[in-house]
Every structure is written in C-alpha cells, then in structure tokens.
C-alpha cells in the first residue's frame, strides 16, 4: 500500500518572493532505506516513487487525486507565517 503526503510548499528563505507557495505538494513516502552505491558512495534506493513529485492548485484536488487513485495519505499542515516587526533603531540597543 502506498502512502503519501500532502502538503504547501514553504517560502523559500534566500529569496523574499512567494511565488509557488500556494500550490500544493503530493510526494511518496520512502518504503525502502537509501544505500550507498558500492562504486559512487551516493545515497539511493530501488525505489523509483521517490522521484515523484506532484503539484496541485488547491488541497481539494491532491486529496481527490489521491482518492481516485488509492493512495493513503496524510496532509501535512502549512505552518503559520510570524512576521517579525523590526526597525533600525533596534540594531542600536
């Protein structure tokens, strides 16, 4: 049984745009541990799900999708945006 999670995809901290933010994020559960390759020494797995990674408009429809398809999945809640009021004045305390 695959089993998925659902959630928004946060700000991105190096940039002070929010593009993408509001779209939402239905990615596979890893069923498998990563091993490193005996030649390279990278990480990997067999699993070729965690490649995968599908982007929807609103929660409604990544839960409908996963519904129609048969995937178990939990969503995983936004976290709340805090916005940290600051001056310049503060630098000088």
């Keep these: 049984m695959t089993t998925a999670r659902i959630y928004q995809r946060p700000k991105n901290a190096m940039q002070s745009g929010r593009a993408r933010t509001n779209l939402w994020v239905l990615e596979f559960e890893p069923t498998e ?3 490193p390759d005996p030649l390279t020494g990278w990480a990997g797995s067999g699993d070729t799900r965690d490649q995968l990674r599908m982007t929807f408009p609103t ?3 990544a839960q409908d999708y ?3 398809e ?3 999945f939990h969503v995983v809640p936004a976290p709340e945006r805090s ?3 600051q001056a310049y004045a503060d630098n000088f305390r």
Excluded: F, P
């Design 66 to 68: 996963a519904a129609r």
């Design 33 to 35: 541990a990563k091993q």
């Design 59 to 61: 929660l409604a429809a």
């Design 83 to 85: 916005l940290k009021l």
């Design 70 to 72: 048969g995937i178990s």
